[in-house]
């Protein structure tokens, strides 16, 4: 019964492809985010969607795209990747006035070779 | 293993004895602080958290205490137990920020039995 679900787990792809990563959430939370996780263990927010709508919008190379079909699940779609995408990718997701912040997902470690 | 060569601030401690753990934080007017922790290979794990309106909380074998004179927050875990061992984040939200959490850069901790 896992709260907030990615997939996949673990994902290795070559330079120049293009690939998706799928986060879920069945806690009923109203806003879900992506954050990226450098090899410093850095965390960084990437995107937030409350009610499937953008909220925030960092400072992200434009082949990052979010897509939130409902407010249960909240993707990540990356074109012609390159080698600096290389990190652990997290969901996470909160309810209103952050009590208790982010639940986050276990991470999507994304290696680009 | 998976933090090798990081390079993050680390406390080393021994099992049974209190940790401090210590956290600058970047902006004055950020109202709400959580401590989260990480384990390897898992996503980044709810602790404790205080708004500004307090300078101490208390959880189970957890406190946190707020000082925004000097922009610091620490984790005080007290009779550290192994399990304790992992990458400790503070994270900041602003107001009107649209739920957005900036996180620090994590200290590792390690509880030698």
């Known amino acids: 019964d896992t709260a907030v679900s990615q997939t996949p787990k673990y994902l290795v792809t070559q330079m120049g492809n293009d690939k998706s990563i799928k986060c879920e959430q069945n806690l009923g939370h109203d ?31 434009n082949r990052f795209s979010p897509k939130s079909p409902d407010k249960a699940h909240l ?5 012609s990747l390159e080698l600096g995408d290389s990190a652990v990718y997290f969901c996470a997701s909160s309810q209103g006035r952050l009590n208790y912040g982010y639940t986050f997902g276990s991470g999507t470690r994304l290696t680009v070779v | 293993g998976e933090n090798v060569g990081l390079h993050l601030p680390t406390l ?42 307090m300078d101490k ?45 900036t996180f620090g850069k994590g200290t590792l901790l390690t509880v030698n039995p």
């Not at chain 2, 902006?27 to 989260?36: E, G, L, M, P, V």
């Not at chain 2, 922009?71 to 739920?99: M, W």
Request: charged share 20%; proline share 3%.
């Open chain 1, 31 to 61: 806003t879900m985010y992506w954050y990226k996780q450098d090899s410093k263990k850095f965390l960084k927010i990437m995107f937030s969607y409350n009610n499937k709508e953008l909220i925030i919008n960092e400072t992200v190379p």
């Open chain 1, 75 to 79: 993707n990540l779609h990356i074109n």
């Open chain 2, 12 to 53: 080393s401690v021994q099992e049974g004895d209190n940790s401090i753990i210590n956290c600058a934080y970047s902006n004055s007017a950020s109202d709400y602080f959580i401590w989260y922790k990480q384990e390897s290979g898992k996503g980044p794990q709810f602790i404790i958290d205080i708004r500004s309106n």
């Open chain 2, 57 to 101: 909380r208390q959880g189970q074998r957890v406190t946190v205490l707020l000082n925004k004179t000097v922009k610091h927050l620490s984790l005080q875990i007290a009779a550290t137990q192994p399990g304790d061992s992992a990458v400790y984040f503070c994270a900041e939200n602003l107001p009107r920020s649209n739920y957005k959490l």
